[in-house]
């Protein structure tokens, strides 16, 4: 089989509210939502792919321009699709929603590739070099505006991801540098030295209070601080990066290589985090990772999303090289696991995508591994077009 055209592609844009609101720097989340690709071959394969980002838009900008593009075309053929769609809006496009929604195609592409060959992505990427990746917890955001009661909260929820053998977990920051501080101490006091602690500002300081917080935060052992400042102030975070020890992350808010290539030849962040669903696919991220590796920068992908963005990242982190060897020095990058309320994160697959005692394994069946309900894709559905 040479060729495998593709015959119909379908947006699914989904949505559902949550019962217990939490917060970001940035903003108070009161629902869920996601934008699923689906994108059927001749053959009557169907892949699967998903876009973080606004979904009602991420899917007009599909149905407007780019099925047109993609109906017909060799769904094999992913490195042509892309440039092809990345060539049509490029003047206009070069980073955003654009790429967003190039991403959740490029994703069902490479689902698609795979079970048309029988093999998985991470096969179809260059082999695993892992078949079982350690997870960290993403949660504990705001969920009281008292500061003690929301204490009270995130130390409930921090003892729970300990009681099912989660050994890292990221906390989110940005409320304020005094409140900041007494909550990654608590929390530290809580895990002990041995579980792994990230912290995530989602660019809520400048750089004078993020250097400021930094150093007052730089004794309780943070795996990383992760987007301390906005995303398009590059030269802050290579100032801050030289201003403390703690790893300085991001990257969930840029977009394709050359975005990336902006971050490393500044030397900004320690710890790149392209999310797949947004920063360009499989296909982009693949080259990014490739990059960071070549500048001796880690990659931990950002994920936010569905079953669908989890197990595209599972892929991902499979075939990424260690960033040291050694005996004690070995670094094996980290899946990102949210756990804040997400009523169909795991009820669109028909298996869910479990962590046990702190470990996920890799799905091993050709493309993503994973098999969608499409009952329950209808349930959550919004709008859908194809």
């Not at 089989?1 to 903003?27: C, E, G, N, W, Y």
């Not at 991403?103 to 096969?123: F, H, P, Q, Y």
């Not at 750089?207 to 004794?219: I, K, N, P, W």
Request: aromatic share 6%.
């Amino acid at each position: 089989m040479t060729q495998v055209k593709i015959a119909a592609v379908r947006t699914h844009v989904l949505s559902a509210s949550i019962d217990a609101p939490f917060a970001s720097s940035q903003r108070w989340d009161h629902s869920r939502s996601q934008l699923i690709v689906e994108i059927t071959g001749e053959n009557g394969v169907t892949g699967w792919g998903e876009a973080y980002g606004p979904p009602a838009i991420l899917a007009r900008i599909i149905d407007s321009t780019f099925i047109p593009l993609l109906v017909g075309e060799d769904a094999l053929a992913i490195e042509a699709i892309w440039a092809r769609l990345y060539d049509s809006l490029r003047d206009h496009g070069q980073r955003g929603v654009v790429i967003q929604a190039i991403s959740a195609i490029d994703v069902a592409l490479w689902d698609l590739k795979g079970k048309t060959l029988g093999v998985s992505v991470a096969t179809l990427l260059g082999g695993p070099v892992r078949k079982r990746i350690r997870a960290y917890a993403t949660g504990l955001y705001r969920r009281a505006i008292d500061r003690t009661e929301n204490r009270r909260l995130l130390l409930d929820e921090a003892k729970g991801y300990l009681d099912s053998g989660m050994s890292a977990m990221k906390v989110k920051i940005g409320f304020g540098r005094d409140y900041d501080v007494e909550m990654v101490e608590s929390l530290r006091q809580l895990l002990g030295p041995d579980i792994g602690l990230m912290a995530d500002c989602n660019h809520g300081y400048d750089l004078t209070h993020a250097r400021d917080v930094a150093r007052r935060l730089e004794s309780f052992d943070l795996g990383w601080l992760e987007e301390p400042v906005v995303p398009e102030n590059l030269s802050a975070y290579a100032r801050l990066r030289d201003a403390t020890s703690i790893p300085i992350a991001g990257g969930e808010s840029h977009f394709t290589r050359h975005g990336f290539l902006d971050i490393l030849r500044l030397d900004a962040m320690e710890i790149v985090q392209p999310d797949i669903c947004a920063a360009g696919g499989l296909t982009e991220s693949k080259k990014i990772a490739d990059l960071a590796s070549a500048f001796g920068v880690r990659c931990v992908p950002h994920v936010w999303g569905t079953g669908i963005g989890i197990a595209a990242a599972l892929h991902l982190i499979a075939v990424l090289p260690h960033t040291a060897t050694g005996w004690d020095k070995q670094y094996e990058p980290m899946l990102e696991y949210d756990l804040t309320p997400h009523p169909f994160r795991q009820a669109i697959l028909r298996q869910p995508l479990a962590v046990v005692d702190g470990m996920i394994q890799v799905p091993e069946a050709p493309g993503l591994g994973i098999e969608i309900d499409v009952a329950a894709l209808e349930t959550f559905r919004v709008r859908s077009d194809g």
